[in-house]
C-alpha cells in the first residue's frame, strides 16, 4: 500500500524553531509538496522538492532524501500565525497526489 | 472572479436527495480534483480531470459523479446522498499534474 506517515500534533515556542517530518512509501516518485492549512481554510501550497536537498523559501525550509523515504518542513522564527496544520504530500509514480493526515503546530507565546 | 470558487459553502442534506457542488476556475487551469477531507484523515482523492472532456476516478469515487464540458467547470454531483458523505469537500485545480494544487474555499456538506 501506499501511506504517508507524520506526526498528529506539534507543539512550538514563539520565536523558535520546529521541525516536522514526513516519511512516505508511494509507488513511484514524482515529488513531494507541503502545504499550510489554518483550520477552517483550505489548504495553500508552501513548497515542492523534486531532488534530494534544501529548498530554502524565507522562513521556510524543506528537505527531501528520496533513498530514505524522508521529508521534513523547517520553521525558523516561528510566529503566532504559523499555527496551523502542515500537510505532506507526496506524488506517485501515476502523478496521483497521497497525502499525509497533516501535523497540527500549536504556538505558544 | 480569482481562483478558484466553490458553491454553497455549507449545506445541510437530508439522506436521500440529490446534491451537486459547484466548483468554478479563472485560471484557465488544465487539470481539476475533487477531494473530501475527514478529521484524522488526509485529503482524500474523489475524482479528477486531466483536461476538459476527460474525468478520471481517484481513491473514493462510489456515490459521487463528476463532469467537465469547458476547462473552468467541475460539479461533482451526488446522487442519493448518504449520512458517511457528510465531509468538507475540496475542488482543486493545477495547471498540469507536476504542478502545485490552489484550493478552493471548500464546502461543508452535512448529511441527515
Known amino acids: 500500500g501506499q501511506n504517508i506517515d507524520q506526526p498528529t500534533e506539534m507543539t512550538a515556542t514563539e520565536g523558535a524553531i520546529v521541525q516536522i517530518n514526513c516519511t512516505y512509501q508511494t509507488s513511484g516518485f514524482n515529488g513531494l509538496f507541503w502545504y499550510q492549512q489554518h483550520a477552517g481554510e483550505a489548504p495553500t501550497f508552501l513548497s515542492y522538492?523534486?531532488l534530494d536537498g534544501l529548498e530554502e523559501k524565507g522562513r521556510f525550509s524543506s528537505f527531501l532524501s528520496r533513498s530514505k523515504g524522508y521529508s521534513y518542513l523547517l520553521l525558523k522564527e516561528l510566529q503566532m500565525k504559523d499555527s496551523a496544520s502542515y500537510l505532506c504530500?507526496?506524488?506517485?509514480?501515476?502523478?496521483?497526489?497521497?497525502w499525509g493526515a497533516g501535523t497540527k503546530l500549536i504556538i505558544k507565546p | 472572479i480569482a481562483g478558484i470558487t466553490q458553491a454553497p459553502t455549507s449545506q445541510i442534506l437530508a439522506a436521500g436527495r440529490r446534491m451537486t457542488l459547484r466548483c468554478t476556475q479563472d485560471m484557465r487551469h488544465n487539470a481539476m480534483y475533487w477531494y473530501r477531507q475527514d478529521l484524522g484523515l488526509g485529503l482524500r482523492l474523489i475524482h479528477y480531470?486531466?483536461?476538459?472532456?476527460?474525468?478520471g476516478k481517484g481513491e473514493v469515487p462510489d456515490g459521487y459523479s463528476v463532469s467537465r464540458a469547458n476547462t473552468d467547470d467541475f460539479p461533482l454531483t451526488l446522487a442519493s446522498a448518504v449520512p458517511s458523505q457528510t465531509s468538507v469537500y475540496f475542488c482543486?485545480?493545477?495547471?498540469?499534474?507536476?504542478?502545485?494544487?490552489?484550493f478552493g474555499p471548500g464546502t461543508r456538506l452535512t448529511v441527515l
Open positions: 504530500a507526496v506524488k506517485n509514480g501515476n502523478y496521483q497526489l497521497i
Open positions: 480531470s486531466n483536461t476538459a472532456g476527460t474525468t
Open positions: 522538492n523534486v
Open positions: 482543486a485545480s493545477s495547471d498540469s499534474d507536476t504542478m502545485e494544487q490552489f
